[in-house]
């Protein structure tokens, strides 16, 4: 059986919703496999990197889905 790439995440720090926006649709037009994980601030950043909070249950950066 002959598998696609492999999807990546990704996690984007931006406070700005159009900047966002911006980097949604130019990943999309690179037509990558990827997953996107956007939070708003360094303290969000560091919560997400350590599981904690509301984005506990998202893979972490030890899961085998981040590269």
């Given at each position: ?5 492999t999807p ?11 900047d966002v ?47």
């Amino acid at each position: 059986m002959v598998r696609g790439p492999t999807p990546i995440n990704i996690l984007l720090v931006e406070d700005d919703p159009s900047d966002v926006e911006l980097t949604r649709r130019a990943l999309q037009r690179a037509k990558l496999q990827n997953r996107v994980w956007i939070v708003g601030d360094g303290v969000e950043a560091l919560a997400f990197l350590r599981r904690r909070g509301r984005t506990a249950a998202c893979p972490g950066p030890t899961s085998s889905s981040w590269t």
